[in-house]
């Protein structure tokens, strides 16, 4: 299983991004999928899951801002990132968890800056 994490940039504050995680492996056995991201200087902070494609959470500090979508055709998970902050700066990754395996993305760098 493998994931290729694309779609980071620089980004104005209050704009908007969207984040693809494009899985190659079998999609249908995965059980969660989120985005974890690492500020510079900071631990890794896991901000949003989905659980067996149906349930999701975020993090407080993303919630209402931030969403998760599936494209199962194209065995795509995409990240809406909407009213970005200059504290959104990150490197961004997806990851995927098949029974008790997780697999992760390369991360992708998102910078919020005027």
């Known amino acids: 299983v493998q994931l290729q994490a694309s779609g980071g940039g620089l980004v104005q504050p209050g704009g908007s991004l969207r984040l693809s995680c494009r899985v190659s492996?079998?999609?249908?056995?995965?059980?969660?999928l989120g985005w974890w991201r690492q500020a510079p200087g900071t631990q890794r902070e896991l901000i949003a899951a989905?659980?067996?494609?149906?349930?999701?959470g975020y993090a407080d500090s993303v919630k209402g801002r931030f969403a998760i979508s599936i494209d199962r055709a194209a065995n795509t998970m995409y990240f809406q990132m909407n009213s970005l902050k200059p504290e959104d700066t990150a490197i961004y990754y997806c990851?995927?968890?098949?029974?008790?395996?997780?697999?992760w993305g390369q991360g992708t760098l998102v910078t919020v800056s005027s």
């Open positions: 492996g079998p999609f249908d056995t995965i059980t969660v």
């Open positions: 989905l659980t067996e494609f149906t349930n999701t």
């Open positions: 990851y995927a968890d098949i029974g008790h395996q997780r697999y």
